[in-house]
């Protein structure tokens, strides 16, 4: 089945610094991959939205300059949280879903998140 | 605004009963109905899935109702497990081409007691 790696699994960060997310769609292509965001016990929040080869679109009052993504491959996208403070922790989740030309609505599929603590 | 309504936000169910989740949208251009089952520290993952051209789908002891004219649709879980216990969600998009994004639900909280 289609497999979504997201990397690192947990990360600790100092106010200021910056922290990357990586997520991998192991064994299928896709043009598209989705961040989400969510915080203890509450519902994914959609983020952004990331193409390959072209410009995130990013949701009504999420900072783009703030989170950074990056889908420089069919299989790779980053998310750069830039100048982490502590209300930037959270649970972030990429997902990915198979790019099959015109194949209606192909299951999303999810990584395993990552828990970001800014201290 | 918030496009999918769920409930409960929490169920406590006894192991061999029967876990019911509903859920409510408001768009009429969502066609496309998943449900994903969440275990504390992990990525969701899909349970099954439903369009609006059908009333029902069965996949083992999960099972989707969907009332169009309603705008609702519901998750059953027969023969509820201890391993069942986790969070659900509910959520919807709309198109195809593979660019549409999912628009979740609350989440529902499910406890099954042995």
């Known amino acids: 089945g289609a497999v979504v790696s997201q990397h690192p699994s947990r990360v600790i960060c100092k106010s200021g610094t910056s922290v990357k997310i990586e997520c991998r769609s192991l064994?299928?292509?896709?043009?598209?991959m989705f961040w989400y965001r969510q915080f203890p016990k509450q519902s994914l929040m959609l983020m952004a939205t990331?193409?390959?080869?072209?410009?995130?679109?990013?949701e009504q009052g999420v900072e783009k300059d703030k989170f950074l993504i990056n889908h420089a491959s069919l299989t790779l996208s980053t998310l750069t949280v830039t100048s982490a403070h502590p209300e930037d922790s959270s649970f972030y989740i990429c997902?990915?879903?198979?790019?099959?030309?015109?194949?209606?609505?192909?299951?999303?599929?999810f990584g395993n998140g990552t828990r970001l603590t800014v201290t | 605004q918030q496009q999918v309504k769920q409930s409960p936000q929490s169920l406590i169910v006894q192991k061999g009963g029967i876990s019911i989740i509903n859920c409510a949208y408001e768009?009429?251009?969502?066609?496309?109905f998943p449900w994903y089952q969440q275990f504390p520290g992990k990525g969701p993952a899909l349970l099954i899935a439903?369009?609006?051209?059908?009333s029902e789908k069965k996949e083992g002891r999960f099972t989707i109702s969907f009332n169009k004219s309603a705008k609702q649709f519901s998750l059953h879980i027969m023969d509820s497990q201890p391993g069942d216990s986790a969070t659900y969600f509910c959520?919807?998009?709309?198109?195809?081409?593979?660019?549409?994004?999912?628009?979740f639900g609350a989440g529902t909280r499910l406890a099954v007691h042995p």
């Open positions: 997902s990915a879903r198979q790019s099959v030309g015109g194949h209606y609505n192909s299951p999303l599929h």
């Open positions: 064994d299928f292509q896709a043009t598209t």
């Open positions: 990331s193409n390959e080869g072209s410009k995130a679109t990013y």
């Open positions: 768009n009429t251009a969502f066609d496309y």
């Open positions: 439903i369009r609006p051209d059908v």
């Open positions: 959520a919807a998009s709309k198109g195809g081409g593979g660019y549409n994004k999912l628009i």
